[in-house]
């Protein structure tokens, strides 16, 4: 199953405020990787050309519990304060299910920022991925909003 999706968020900080949420590993761990799971490894290296990794799995009481996913994600391109590109591939226990290619664009803003996220995937196998992962982003787009208030 190939999907599109575009999610648009407003936010009263600047550009270089917003951005650095997600160029600076220990605020994006703590908007990105924590949650209702058990962080098994999240390495970062922002970059063009550097990786970032994060497996986990979901706790007790999880509809998977116990199950185990992996992200490996690529930054192919990056231009600070105004634009990041990055592939990345979900596993679930191993298995691909799907890889993505995603946009991230910091448009100033009298305001703030605007943050626009273009994804794109070829979900394999997993025909209920393409609305999972959108909620996902949805979910984490409104931890990043928390994250911006610290």
């Known amino acids: 199953v190939h ?3 575009v999610i648009e968020r407003s936010y009263l900080q600047p550009p270089d405020r917003v ?17 209702d799971h058990e962080i098994q490894e999240f390495e970062m290296e922002f970059r063009v050309g550097g990786s970032e990794r994060l497996h986990y799995r979901f706790k007790p009481g999880h509809p ?6 992996a992200n490996e994600s690529t930054y192919q391109d990056i231009v600070p304060e105004r634009r990041i590109v990055m592939t ?10 799907v890889v993505m290619l995603a946009t991230f664009e910091f448009l100033p803003t009298p305001a703030g920022t605007d943050l626009i996220l273009s994804h794109q995937g070829a979900f394999l196998e997993w025909p209920e991925g393409p609305q999972m992962i959108e909620a996902g982003w949805r979910s984490l787009l409104d931890r990043f909003a928390k994250e911006l208030e610290k």
């Not at 990345?88 to 299910?97: E, F, Y």
């Open 3 to 5: 999907n599109t999706f």
């Open 19 to 35: 951005f650095a949420a997600f160029a600076q590993p220990a605020r994006k761990r703590r908007w990105y990787a924590e949650g």
């Open 64 to 69: 998977i519990a116990g199950s185990e996913i």
């Open 88 to 97: 990345s591939k979900m596993s679930l226990n191993g298995k691909p299910i």
